[in-house]
């Protein structure tokens, strides 16, 4: 089966733009679709991208989502940094078989 | 409200059995694919498997296969995740989740998720 792969951590300051990849290292990326989830601490995941780049009702624009064919990855942008987005965010994608694969999860530290 | 409401926190011992339940509310339980993922304590998301309420199709992860049960009771909306014989590394939090879409074509997009039930086992 296929990884993906994200940065452990990442830290930016409120009102600021974080961008967190997603790199899978075998198959093609834009072949299956990427969804990202927010885990905060004690909650569930919950999406804040699915299909690639798509929003959830109550999902803030201020998230989108990104495939990069020439790296492999996929990407989670969150613009305009809030205290209340410090999360775990996980991408997850799957192959032709349906086996779903998650990222090991970045943590997002907005201070 | 779509809502999926998990079994509360379990405590066991090694070698003994387990079944946890995921009841689902507010959507037809049988159109839609219904998964289990597990998380060890200050670990990431593995995928265990997914099972179709409607006919009960089932499949688990690899890593899973052989190593828990997943079922469904469609008369009473409810999924279950089941073990025969604990180890402490079962030790973790257990979220069931629903596909985004109905009917059995899977993108593999799952919302909402339960609010997870912890499993520790330990002699």
């Known amino acids: 089966n296929f990884m993906l792969t994200q940065p452990h951590s990442m830290s930016e300051s409120p009102e600021k733009t974080v961008t967190i990849s997603c790199t899978r290292n075998s198959g093609i990326i834009a072949s299956n679709f990427v969804q990202w989830y927010q885990q905060r601490p004690g909650s569930s995941p919950t999406t804040v991208i699915y299909?690639?780049?798509?929003?959830p009702s109550g999902v803030p624009d201020r998230f989108s989502g990104s495939i990069d064919s020439s790296s492999n990855s996929a990407s989670l942008t969150i613009s305009g940094l809030k205290t209340e987005d410090e999360a775990d965010y996980y991408c997850q994608s799957y192959d032709s078989t349906n086996q779903v694969v998650f990222g090991g999860g970045t943590k997002l530290t907005v201070l | 409200e779509v809502q999926l409401v998990q079994s509360g926190a379990e405590v066991k011992k090694p070698g003994e059995s387990l079944k946890i339940s995921c009841k689902a509310f507010?959507?037809?339980?049988?159109?839609?694919?219904i998964g289990w993922v597990r998380q060890m304590p200050g670990k990431g998301l593995e995928w265990m498997g997914i099972?179709?309420?409607?006919?009960?199709?089932?499949r688990y992860s690899p890593s899973f296969q052989g190593q828990v049960i997943i079922s469904a009771d469609k008369s009473r909306s409810i999924a279950y995740l089941q073990w025969s014989s604990l180890k402490a590394s079962d030790t973790a939090m257990y979220f069931c989740?629903?596909?985004?879409?109905?009917?059995?074509?899977?993108?593999?997009?799952?919302?909402?998720w339960g609010q997870g039930t912890l499993v520790t086992v330990s002699s």
């Open positions: 099972i179709y309420p409607g006919d009960s199709d089932t």
């Open positions: 989740l629903r596909h985004g879409y109905s009917g059995r074509y899977l993108t593999n997009w799952f919302d909402p």
């Open positions: 507010g959507y037809k339980f049988t159109t839609y694919w």
């Open positions: 299909e690639n780049n798509q929003r």
